[in-house]
């Protein structure tokens, strides 16, 4: 009687603790629940491995991130998708700065998982390929890992880098006479290989400043971009500009300033990512993880549905603010800003946008010192801005008294940005 009367008891006893698990931490048994709220997701979407440039191997890049907190990572190597097999010379790996990177591989993963062959200078690490290591790494409605491909181009002797999320395979560099036709070219190999796949791929143009190579103006052109980087934290790409040339944060005014005009298109969306290389000696003046994201707000954790997110706008880029709440509505055409704040941080924000007259031709690209105007400036946790009219559109950017974690120049602040809003294409 008493074996019985146990037998029946744990299944209650398991019952219970699973509730008081619950009660304690707040977190459901299934972390894909059958009725899903929308919730902002963290990811970076362009890491560079062994697989191309990086100095570290895609587990130990992967590992990282998931353990800080992150929710996706693309791993986007130059011209590669990081299929079949591959050896890498030790040697080569520690000239590109990785002299641990071995060793703290054996360490992580063990040696029945790292494989290598011959000995001394001719000592071979196998690279495992993105299908063989995501399922050492991925969990479960918490972190997975997505393909992706930095298409390395070049024209008119300048890069044009752009980065493909969700790829299925490996995409050629399509060229062109100019950026725009590069650009232009780059994202119709992209289109095509999404409709033959039946894929949902997203592509982005990566550092616009970098090389000085493209211009708003030359982005605004390709219409059929969507995405690009207002925040990339490789130290190497001007973010802030020069005497003579914008910073990219103004490019994206200037850009959709002239998308909303002359080209009656819609707008571009605005992403922060790491551009991540280095991984073993934390050099700020490095390429180094952790220093831009993007926060989507989706229902499932899946590719699919973070890139319609993405797609839709909602989602908001950061180099170390955390965003409560960002909504706009469109009756009272008013932006509201909700921060979840640090404890001993301020915060500014600027509603930013481009204002002509209201029976000015918005066919025409206005005066230049009207174009990526301050609106409004508040302080606080809290901020709105209600349109007025002539503004073509309005976006919010955020920032913290604090200085970033993991500054890429001088002086930087965390800060964050939301999508353009409120505009009207024709």
């Given at each position: 009687?008493?074996?019985s009367?146990?037998?029946?008891?744990?299944?209650?006893l398991?019952?219970?603790?699973?509730?008081?698990?619950?009660?304690?931490?707040?977190?459901?048994?299934?972390?894909?629940?059958?009725?899903?709220t929308l919730?902002?997701?963290?990811?970076?979407?362009?890491?560079?491995?062994?697989?191309?440039?990086?100095?570290?191997?895609?587990?130990?890049?992967?590992?990282?991130?998931?353990?800080?907190?992150?929710?996706?990572?693309?791993?986007?190597?130059h011209?590669?998708?990081?299929?079949?097999?591959?050896?890498?010379?030790?040697?080569?790996?520690?000239?590109?700065?990785?002299?641990?990177?071995?060793?703290?591989?054996?360490?992580?993963?063990?040696?029945?998982w790292?494989?290598?062959?011959?000995?001394?200078?001719?000592?071979?690490?196998?690279?495992?390929?993105?299908?063989?290591?995501?399922?050492?790494?991925?969990?479960r409605?918490?972190?997975?890992?997505?393909?992706?491909?930095?298409?390395?181009?070049?024209?008119?002797?300048?890069?044009?880098?752009?980065?493909?999320?969700?790829?299925?395979?490996?995409?050629?560099?399509?060229?062109?006479?100019?950026?725009?036709?590069?650009?232009?070219?780059?994202?119709?190999?992209?289109?095509?290989?999404?409709?033959?796949?039946?894929?949902?791929?997203?592509m982005?143009?990566?550092?616009?400043?970098?090389?000085?190579?493209?211009?708003?103006?030359?982005?605004?052109?390709?219409?059929?971009?969507?995405?690009?980087?207002?925040?990339?934290?490789?130290?190497?790409?001007?973010?802030?500009?020069?005497?003579?040339?914008?910073?990219?944060?103004?490019?994206?005014?200037?850009?959709?300033?002239?998308?909303?005009?002359v080209?009656?298109?819609?707008?571009?969306?605005?992403?922060?990512?790491d551009?991540?290389?280095?991984?073993?000696?934390?050099?700020?003046?490095?390429?180094?993880?952790?220093?831009?994201?993007?926060?989507?707000?989706?229902?499932?954790?899946?590719?699919?549905h973070?890139?319609?997110?993405?797609?839709?706008?909602?989602?908001?880029a950061?180099?170390?603010?955390?965003?409560?709440?960002?909504?706009?509505?469109?009756?009272?055409?008013?932006?509201?800003?909700?921060?979840?704040?640090?404890?001993?941080?301020?915060?500014?924000?600027?509603?930013?946008?481009?204002?002509?007259?209201?029976?000015?031709?918005?066919?025409?690209?206005?005066?230049?010192?009207?174009?990526?105007?301050?609106?409004?400036?508040?302080?606080?946790?809290?901020?709105?801005?209600?349109?007025?009219?002539?503004?073509?559109?309005?976006?919010?950017?955020?920032?913290?008294?604090?200085?970033?974690?993991?500054?890429?120049?001088?002086?930087?602040?965390?800060?964050?940005?939301?999508?353009?809003?409120?505009?009207?294409?024709?």
């Amino acid at each position: 009687m008493p074996n019985s009367f146990c037998r029946k008891l744990r299944p209650l006893l398991a019952t219970c603790l699973l509730i008081s698990c619950f009660s304690l931490t707040g977190v459901a048994a299934d972390p894909v629940p059958a009725e899903p709220t929308l919730r902002w997701w963290k990811g970076n979407m362009h890491t560079h491995s062994l697989w191309s440039d990086g100095d570290d191997f895609p587990e130990m890049i992967a590992e990282w991130y998931r353990t800080q907190d992150y929710n996706f990572l693309v791993i986007s190597d130059h011209n590669v998708l990081g299929l079949g097999q591959r050896w890498m010379k030790q040697t080569a790996i520690a000239k590109r700065g990785g002299q641990s990177a071995l060793a703290k591989y054996k360490a992580r993963f063990g040696g029945s998982w790292v494989e290598t062959r011959g000995e001394g200078d001719d000592l071979e690490v196998r690279l495992k390929p993105f299908d063989e290591f995501r399922y050492l790494l991925e969990n479960r409605g918490q972190f997975i890992l997505i393909p992706g491909e930095e298409v390395s181009d070049r024209a008119a002797g300048k890069p044009i880098h752009m980065n493909a999320s969700n790829v299925g395979e490996v995409l050629k560099p399509m060229g062109g006479a100019t950026p725009v036709e590069a650009m232009s070219n780059n994202l119709r190999a992209v289109e095509e290989q999404a409709k033959r796949l039946g894929r949902e791929i997203l592509m982005h143009l990566n550092h616009p400043n970098f090389g000085w190579a493209i211009t708003a103006e030359e982005m605004a052109q390709v219409t059929s971009e969507q995405f690009f980087e207002v925040y990339n934290g490789h130290p190497g790409v001007n973010h802030l500009g020069d005497a003579t040339r914008p910073s990219i944060e103004h490019m994206w005014d200037i850009a959709n300033t002239m998308r909303l005009t002359v080209l009656e298109a819609s707008p571009l969306l605005g992403l922060a990512t790491d551009d991540s290389h280095d991984y073993h000696d934390g050099m700020l003046s490095r390429s180094i993880s952790g220093r831009g994201w993007v926060m989507v707000r989706s229902e499932y954790l899946t590719p699919e549905h973070l890139i319609q997110a993405l797609r839709r706008g909602d989602f908001y880029a950061s180099s170390g603010v955390s965003l409560e709440e960002v909504t706009f509505d469109p009756e009272s055409r008013t932006l509201t800003v909700q921060i979840d704040p640090e404890a001993d941080a301020t915060y500014t924000t600027q509603f930013i946008g481009t204002r002509i007259a209201p029976d000015a031709d918005k066919t025409l690209m206005p005066a230049k010192e009207k174009i990526g105007i301050e609106f409004a400036k508040q302080e606080g946790n809290v901020a709105t801005y209600t349109m007025q009219p002539g503004d073509l559109y309005v976006r919010a950017t955020v920032t913290s008294s604090e200085g970033a974690d993991r500054p890429s120049f001088k002086d930087q602040k965390k800060q964050a940005w939301t999508q353009p809003v409120g505009y009207e294409t024709r």
